[in-house]
């Protein structure tokens, strides 16, 4: 099975009509993983996979952007007749299973044993499915939050998660096929530094010496057309805006 991406969410901060929030679909090497759970990425998720079906969750941070739907695969797995053979591994930072057992009253989620098995990334995290290695590194953010290195029969993606610019994003994109980057904002605020421009998102592709650029998480002062525009101008390399729905191979 070749390495491929498909897109199930990219609005930032919140869905829209058609347009769910951060979310992917990752095959390849006989697994699937669903990376970043963003509200309303779980139902787009059936439309390509049956979650009993995962090999392992990956979580990027805790914003609910990127991991509320969480609860819905939770009643899904738990209550909804998609019980999963074994539990489904959920690489995250350690805080999200606490907040997730909050939405139930519960003080762990323990409880959760059964369905779901939450896994503690830290910077350098590597695990293997079948032929798929995903590596996580922290990076720059306002929160504990990492990006994705996944690699499987020498094709590599990298993606950002939610970060600002730093020497750690670089690395984890250095020679990818496709980097799926980031783009949140038009401009940064003085002193902060939690998000990419376009800018920042090819200039990282260039400096990464990635071969495609692949545009997401595109934030409400910006179009998706116009930041893809601006990511291309700096990255002079292939760049394309991401579309829920779409398959990519890597």
């Known amino acids: 099975m070749p ?3 498909t897109v199930l969410g990219t609005a930032s901060p919140h869905p829209r009509p058609g347009r769910p929030c951060s979310g992917y679909l990752l095959r390849g090497g006989g697994a699937e993983v ?7 990425t779980f139902a787009e998720l059936q439309r390509h996979t049956s979650p009993a079906r ?7 941070h805790v914003h609910a952007d990127h991991s509320a739907d969480l609860l819905s695969a939770v009643y899904a797995l738990a209550y909804g007749g998609l019980t999963p053979p074994a539990p489904v591994p959920v690489y995250a930072p350690g805080d999200c299973a606490q907040r997730l057992a909050g939405f139930f009253g519960r003080r762990d989620a323990g409880f959760l044993s059964g369905i779901l098995d939450f896994r503690t990334l830290c910077d350098g995290h590597t695990a293997r499915h079948g032929d798929l290695i995903l590596a996580s590194r922290a990076v720059v953010h306002d929160v504990e939050a990492y990006g994705l290195r996944a690699e499987c029969e020498g094709r590599v993606l990298a993606y950002s998660g939610d970060s600002g610019p730093c ?3 670089t690395e ?4 990818a096929d496709l980097f799926l980057c980031e783009a949140d904002i038009d401009a940064h605020r003085e ?3 939690v998000h990419l421009t376009p800018e920042d998102a ?3 592709a260039l400096a990464a010496d990635a071969s495609r650029l692949l545009v997401t998480h ?3 002062t910006l179009t998706s057309e116009s930041a893809t525009k601006r990511a291309a101008a700096a990255f002079s390399g292939r760049t394309a805006a991401a579309r829920e729905g779409k398959t990519t191979t890597v």
């Open 3 to 5: 390495l491929t991406l």
């Open 34 to 40: 669903w990376v970043d759970a963003g509200p309303g």
């Open 54 to 60: 995962l090999s392992a969750i990956w979580i990027s």
């Open 167 to 169: 020497p750690a994003l």
């Open 172 to 175: 984890l994109a250095l020679g």
């Open 191 to 193: 002193g902060e530094q």
């Open 202 to 204: 090819g200039a990282t």
């Open 218 to 220: 595109v934030g409400p």
